[in-house]
Structures are given as structure tokens and as C-alpha cells.
Antibody, heavy 118, light 108 residues
Framework: QVQLVQSGAEVKKPGASVKVSCKASGYTFTNYGITWVRQAPGQGLEWMGWISAYNANTNYAQKLQGRVTMTTDTSTSTAYMELRSLRSDDTAVYFC???????????WGQGTLVTVSS | EIVLTQSPGTLSLSPGERATLSCRAS???????LAWYQQKPGQAPRLLIY???SRATGIPDRFSGSGSGTDFTLTISRLEPEDFAVYYCQQYGSSPRTFGQGTKVEIK
């Protein structure tokens, strides 16, 4: 069965960077893309961007352009999301999700809490 | 950017009642590329509906989606205790792939 297992919670200071991993199993990694979504405490879902695991093409939300980088390691079937210059409003649960042939996120990871605090 | 507006913000209903959730887009959603998700506290979202009206694998038939263009609806025909949650719509026809702000379905 499809599984996405994310790395553990992180606490970072403002201005630092964080890199969240998402290890996939149960399917051919390079046949699908990975979407990243975040959710601030008590808030709704925010689409951050998408990466193709086939050719590493990316599509980022404009508000995060320049601060976010999404990558994949096909040798380990793992996707990564790095967010730089962290601010307090980046505090959120970060989810990865496998898409359905480039469309909607279908299978979700368990989420990773990133707390940005001085 | 397509803005999705969900209404109502909160729906207070009793088990067995019918729930009707609305998702309105600021511009037409390409090819009805509209999905619905259910989220319970502390959990990841769960895909319910894609393509505006197709149920995802394993989703009970009490959940149904309809609509096209700018107006979409998620209907839960008879609420079960496990259906009380927050529901989000998302359009995936154009970038950025925006979400609505969510509708909370709570027990009355």
C-alpha cells in the first residue's frame, strides 16, 4: 500500500532553514509527483508547490518563491522540502502528498510540525 | 489565482441529517478539476471527491459531489458520527492549486 512517512518535528529560530523529508513506499516513485501543503495552527490548508519525481520539474506558490526548494532523491524514494529565512508565521504542520498523475493530492503523509520561535 | 470561498463556515447538524457544503470559485475551474477533502483533528486530509463528482476509493456513497464552472457542492446524505470534521475544496486546474478556507461540520 502507498505510504508516505515524514521526518519528525523541528524547532527553529527566525532566519534559520528547515528541511523536511517524505519517504515514499508502495509504488513506483518516479511515476508520480509530490505536493507540499502546510497548515498553520487552527488555520486552513495552504498549497506550497509540487515537484515531479520523474524529471524534478517544480511549481512553487508565488508567495514562497525564493525561499522554498523542493527536491527528490530517486535512489531512496524520498522527497524533500527546504524552507529558508524562517519567520514566526511559517510555524505550521507541513504535509507531503502523492498526486494522481499530476492532479489532486491522493495519498498524504502524517505531517511534520515546524515551530519557528526565538 | 482562483479564490475558493466555502460556505457556511460552520454547519451544526445532528446525526442522520443531510449536509450541504458549498464551494464557489472566483473564476471557472478548468475541466471541473475540483476535489474535496475531509480532515479530522490531528490527522492529514483525506481525499473524498475528485473531478467534482467522482468518489475516491473506499469513500461511502453517502458522500456525493456536484457542480461545474464556479459552483460546486459536497453533499453528505445522512451524517454518521464519524463525518463530523472539517471539509476543504481544492481546485487543481490551474496554478496555484488553491484550497478553500474550510467548512466545519459540528454536532448540534
Amino acid at each position: 500500500q502507498v505510504q508516505l512517512v515524514q521526518s519528525g518535528a523541528e524547532v527553529k529560530k527566525p532566519g534559520a532553514s528547515v528541511k523536511v523529508s517524505c519517504k515514499a513506499s508502495g509504488y513506483t516513485f518516479t511515476n508520480y509527483g509530490i505536493t507540499w501543503v502546510r497548515q498553520a495552527p487552527g488555520q486552513g490548508l495552504e498549497w506550497m508547490g509540487w515537484i515531479s519525481a520523474y524529471n524534478a520539474n517544480t511549481n512553487y506558490a508565488q508567495k514562497l518563491q525564493g525561499r522554498v526548494t523542493m527536491t527528490t532523491d530517486t535512489s531512496t524514494s524520498t522527497a524533500y522540502m527546504e524552507l529558508r529565512s524562517l519567520r514566526s508565521d511559517d510555524t505550521a504542520v507541513y504535509f507531503c502528498a502523492r498526486d494522481h498523475y499530476g492532479d489532486y493530492p491522493k495519498y498524504w503523509g502524517q505531517g511534520t510540525l515546524v515551530t519557528v520561535s526565538s | 489565482e482562483i479564490v475558493l470561498t466555502q460556505s457556511p463556515g460552520t454547519l451544526s447538524l445532528s446525526p442522520g441529517e443531510r449536509a450541504t457544503l458549498s464551494c464557489r470559485a472566483s473564476q471557472s475551474v478548468t475541466s471541473s478539476y475540483l476535489a474535496w477533502y475531509q480532515q479530522k483533528p490531528g490527522q492529514a486530509p483525506r481525499l473524498l471527491i475528485y473531478g467534482a463528482s467522482s468518489r475516491a476509493t473506499g469513500i461511502p456513497d453517502r458522500f456525493s459531489g456536484s457542480g461545474s464552472g464556479t459552483d460546486f457542492t459536497l453533499t453528505i446524505s445522512r451524517l454518521e458520527p464519524e463525518d463530523f470534521a472539517v471539509y476543504y475544496c481544492q481546485q487543481y486546474g490551474s496554478s496555484p492549486r488553491t484550497f478553500g478556507q474550510g467548512t466545519k461540520v459540528e454536532i448540534k
